[in-house]
């Protein structure tokens, strides 16, 4: 059981360019979330998602898209990289939202130049 | 507007000793709080769901209550392990949404 699993775990982009950031969960759980975490900002939301082919926004979700076609998937895309954008980014998953254990990947740390 | 709050920011104890790790929330109308613990370069690891009808809830060496009247939960650690040592975060349910606010976590040194 892998739980939520983050693709990639590193990356470095130029300021312009795009990139996809990939999280699975096995679980089967209905809710997932993207947040960014940054140093003295702590975890914000940046998008979610209450099921399979909805999407939501959180709380810093300008800059970002996202898309959940598939249950198990939830992709965060950066159209147009920024400085501002290099954080770390996690993904979370949890059966039926803030009501039900959260369950986190293991972060994707993005560097803009 | 759900606001988490999480003091201290910092805490460095000596191995053995028993700690207290404090949370509060502005928005009290909540069904449970969330702990997570985290390590440096990881991900967060849940470590207690607590439920507002339960006000306490136990695992091993952690023990977190939830007082919602007061707006706060606690986290008590028994026995403190340097292996305890991490950053230790609270959540609790956004006001509408059906997501979580985090604290901005308390970091422990428990040292040997």
């Known amino acids: 059981n892998a739980g939520v699993t983050q693709t990639p775990k590193f990356r470095v982009l130029k300021t312009g360019q795009s990139m996809t950031l990939l999280c699975a969960q096995d679980m089967n759980h209905e809710y997932m979330y993207w947040y960014r975490q940054d140093p003295g900002m702590g975890l914000r939301l940046i998008h979610y998602s209450v099921g399979e082919g909805t999407t939501a926004k959180g709380e810093v979700p300008d800059g970002y898209n996202v898309s959940r076609l598939k249950k198990q998937n939830f992709l965060l895309g950066l159209e147009s990289a920024a400085p501002s954008q290099t954080s770390v980014y996690f993904c979370?998953?949890?059966?039926?939202?803030?009501?039900?254990?959260?369950?986190f990947g293991q972060g994707t740390r993005l560097t803009v130049v | 507007k759900q606001e988490v709050t999480q003091i201290p920011a910092a805490l460095s104890v000596p191995e053995g000793e028993n700690l207290v790790l404090n949370c509060s929330f502005t928005?009290?109308?909540?069904?449970?709080l969330q702990w997570f613990r985290q390590d440096p370069g990881k991900g967060l690891t849940s470590l207690l769901l607590?439920?507002?009808?339960?006000r306490e809830q136990t695992s091993g060496r952690l023990n977190a209550s939830l007082d919602k009247s007061s707006g706060r939960s606690t986290l008590y650690i028994a026995a403190s392990q340097p292996g305890d040592s991490a950053t230790y975060l609270c959540?609790?349910?956004?006001?509408?949404?059906?997501?979580?606010?985090f604290g901005a976590g308390t970091i422990l040194r428990v040292k040997s």
């Open positions: 959540a609790a349910p956004a006001e509408y949404g059906n997501k979580l606010v």
């Open positions: 607590i439920q507002s009808s339960q």
């Open positions: 979370a998953s949890s059966y039926f939202g803030a009501d039900t254990e959260a369950f």
């Open positions: 928005d009290s109308a909540i069904y449970n």
